[in-house]
């Protein structure tokens, strides 16, 4: 039963884009260097292939600041490849001056394999290989960012590096059979332990998560920040959903006066009291505020560019409809989430 189970939890986990976003290609006339054809080129930015300990080749893109004084290793969320997420991670490596590098898991994207909770902690743990080895990254320079599904492989390698800078929860999960049932204890069969995980982090860590996310409640947030040994100010979005909370102005202020107070003090993410700063999490978005929000180009629709704060009131406005945000790390069907089968 047991097993059947946590098979039946592993398959609701992962959607991979079917078919993926993009392709990867060797360009002969530079060595062979790979790029993808359906995201801008760009200087700053490498396409790598990682093996992993288990046998897959996965897909991973590093975009460097030239002033960045951390770097930042992105899991993403379970219904998103790294074509959907390129200019989302452009846009947090202009913003936050820091190097990023995302991937893709196994099965998702050009990434070989298929998607299952080890392989994706096989996969993070190359990424982090990679970010040692290729580019002399730290663990005291790294902050781990984990959003929906992407909070598993995040919290377990939190979990066995005691000298991070720091760790982002962008509306994480419990546990992936908490998130489909409401068990109080965690079974052996369960995947995605967060909640065993959480307390085995030694630095500061970063709680998000929408006050109305219908996929994964706010309660998983709240629960995974109480647990937390070293808290930082959490974000509980007001009005926020499961794929949508880059669109509010306070996600990104927030996120930036995280990563500045890493910088800032190494006691801030060591010490034992709770760091604290002006919380934004139950203001509403206004006409001054706009220049926080994330305005990506063609990847938003011409009235979202001029107005977010239009797109905002009509998405409250019309609360039955499925959420579309085009940066939406997690996109899933309206079926699946009405079930809250998708996280």
Not at 35 to 54: A, F, N, S
Request: charged share 25%.
């Amino acid at each position: 039963m047991g097993g059947v189970t946590s098979s039946i939890a592993a398959k609701f986990a992962f959607f991979p884009p079917n078919p993926p976003s993009y392709t990867v290609v060797a360009d002969e006339s530079c060595g062979g260097q790979l790029y993808m054809p359906e995201v801008p080129r760009r200087d700053d930015v490498d396409v790598l292939k990682l093996r992993t300990r288990r046998g897959n080749d996965i897909v991973s893109v590093h975009i460097k600041h030239p002033k960045a004084a951390a770097t930042l290793l992105y899991s993403h969320g379970n219904a998103a490849d790294l074509g959907q997420m390129f200019e989302l991670f452009v846009e947090l490596s202009k913003r936050l001056r820091i190097n990023l590098m995302g991937y893709d898991y196994s099965g998702y994207g050009q990434s070989t394999g298929k998607p299952t909770e080890c392989n994706t902690y096989a996969d993070i743990d190359a990424a982090y290989k990679c970010l040692k080895e290729q580019y002399g990254v730290k663990d005291e320079q790294l902050i781990l960012y984990g959003q929906s599904v992407g909070s598993g492989p995040t919290l377990d390698l939190a979990s066995r590096l005691p000298n991070l800078r720091g760790v982002v929860l962008h509306s994480p999960i419990l546990s992936g059979m908490r998130v489909l049932y409401p068990v109080k204890r965690t079974y052996w069969f369960d995947i995605y332990k967060n909640i065993d995980k959480i307390g085995l982090v030694n630095c500061l860590v970063l709680v998000i998560h929408g006050t109305e996310d219908e996929v994964v409640d706010c309660s998983h947030g709240k629960q995974l920040w109480e647990l937390c040994k070293h808290k930082y100010e959490p974000l509980w979005v007001s009005g926020g959903g499961h794929c949508n909370l880059e669109l509010y102005p306070q996600f990104i202020r927030h996120l930036k006066k995280f990563v500045q107070s890493l910088g800032k003090s190494k006691e801030a993410a060591n010490g034992s009291k709770k760091t604290t700063v002006d919380s934004d999490s139950q203001s509403k978005p206004s006409e001054r505020e706009t220049t926080d929000s994330f305005q990506l180009g063609s990847d938003l629709p011409e009235m979202s560019r001029n107005s977010l704060d239009s797109r905002l009131e009509k998405s409250k406005k019309a609360k039955n409809k499925p959420e579309k945000s085009r940066m939406s790390t997690d996109r899933f069907d309206r079926f699946r989430r009405k079930k809250g089968l998708v996280w």
